[in-house]
């Protein structure tokens, strides 16, 4: 056997046991420590507990006074580098743009994986994520009590959508926002097609660049996708052109995959869709 094909069937058997494990769900717990304030708004290093032996660290962003809040996943293998320093990983679309979400009005959580994961690899689509994520979606819901969205960009699309699944009954987001979705499964084997479209029953908005040329993100699985979707209501697809200048790898985000020149065209727009589309 390959030590390709060895590599892949590892990383499908992880997906499957990370996916079928069922982790005992705690009451929740939060530590909250204030590291400073960018552009006068307060920012925090926030850690949630949703599982035994586990915590969820994130950012925090506080405007003055939020509309709705966001928790914003990254692509690639889900690692930003929060702790009380703040983020060491910055340059993926939705985590550069995390000032330009806030000051829509948007109370902002930039997640990094829990602390018994070096990565999100192979566990983006598992329940345990789901959890994790509940708990950091219930802390939010105490600092204001406003609706609070997933967003996800490129491999962070797979945890927005997921978790939005897995939550359906109780404890779920009130909306969802993919950009530059992983339509094609990539290295891990996942992608959003993993939702049960039976289950996402939230606003729904899509985001892709027209000219996307990462292999797993083509803009031609955009409007299918929204269309698959049959329960998300409302879903939309909203493209974008231009921008630029473009350079790098075409999954990388200085690259339309990562909405260079757009990027506060793109966050307003999708801060205006959120605002728009208050919990049914």
Same mark, same amino acid.
């Given at each position: 056997?390959?030590?390709?094909?060895?590599?892949?069937?590892?990383? $499908?058997?992880?997906?499957?046991? $990370?996916?079928?494990?069922?982790?005992?769900?705690?009451?929740? @717990?939060?530590?909250?420590?204030?590291?400073?304030?960018?552009?006068?708004? @307060?920012?925090?290093?926030?850690?949630?507990?949703?599982?035994?032996? $586990?915590?969820?660290?994130?950012?925090?962003?506080?405007?003055?006074?939020?509309?709705?809040?966001?928790?914003?996943?990254?692509?690639?293998?889900?690692?930003?580098?929060? *702790?009380?320093?703040?983020?060491?990983?910055?340059?993926? /679309?939705?985590?550069?743009?995390?000032?330009?979400?806030?000051?829509?009005?948007?109370?902002?959580?930039?997640?990094?994986?829990?602390?018994?994961?070096?990565?999100?690899?192979?566990?983006?689509?598992?329940?345990?994520?789901?959890?994790?994520?509940?708990?950091?979606?219930?802390?939010?819901?105490?600092?204001?009590?406003?609706?609070?969205?997933?967003?996800?960009?490129?491999?962070?699309?797979?945890?927005?959508?997921?978790?939005?699944?897995?939550?359906?009954?109780?404890?779920?987001?009130?909306?969802?926002?993919?950009?530059?979705?992983?339509?094609?499964?990539?290295?891990?084997?996942?992608?959003?097609?993993?939702?049960?479209?039976?289950?996402?029953? %939230?606003?729904?908005?899509?985001?892709?660049?027209?000219?996307?040329?990462?292999?797993?993100?083509? /803009?031609? *699985? $955009?409007?299918?996708?929204?269309?698959?979707?049959?329960?998300?209501?409302? @879903?939309?697809?909203?493209?974008?052109?231009?921008?630029?200048?473009?350079?790098?790898?075409?999954?990388?985000?200085?690259?339309?995959?990562?909405?260079?020149?757009?990027? *506060?065209? %793109?966050?307003?727009?999708? @801060?205006?869709?959120?605002?728009?589309?208050?919990?049914?």
């Amino acid at each position: 056997m390959s030590r390709r094909l060895w590599a892949a069937l590892l990383a $499908a058997a992880w997906v499957w046991v $990370a996916g079928c494990a069922q982790p005992k769900e705690l009451a929740g @717990a939060a530590e909250t420590q204030q590291i400073g304030k960018s552009r006068g708004m @307060a920012v925090s290093f926030v850690t949630t507990a949703r599982r035994e032996g $586990a915590r969820q660290p994130f950012l925090l962003i506080r405007p003055a006074q939020p509309v709705a809040a966001v928790i914003l996943f990254t692509g690639g293998d889900g690692v930003v580098g929060i *702790g009380p320093q703040g983020i060491e990983r910055g340059g993926n /679309f939705l985590v550069h743009s995390r000032l330009l979400f806030a000051e829509q009005g948007l109370l902002v959580a930039v997640v990094d994986p829990p602390t018994e994961h070096r990565t999100l690899n192979g566990f983006r689509t598992s329940q345990a994520h789901a959890l994790d994520i509940k708990g950091v979606i219930a802390y939010l819901r105490e600092q204001a009590p406003v609706p609070v969205w997933l967003v996800g960009t490129s491999y962070g699309t797979v945890s927005a959508i997921k978790v939005a699944d897995r939550l359906a009954d109780g404890g779920g987001p009130d909306g969802v926002v993919l950009t530059s979705s992983l339509f094609i499964p990539a290295k891990i084997g996942d992608s959003v097609q993993d939702a049960d479209p039976e289950r996402v029953r %939230v606003p729904l908005l899509v985001v892709h660049h027209r000219n996307d040329r990462c292999p797993y993100t083509p /803009f031609s *699985g $955009a409007e299918p996708y929204v269309q698959r979707m049959l329960h998300a209501r409302p @879903a939309e697809l909203i493209a974008f052109d231009g921008g630029g200048p473009v350079q790098g790898s075409f999954c990388e985000p200085k690259d339309y995959h990562g909405y260079p020149g757009l990027r *506060g065209e %793109v966050v307003e727009t999708i @801060a205006r869709w959120i605002k728009a589309h208050p919990p049914r």
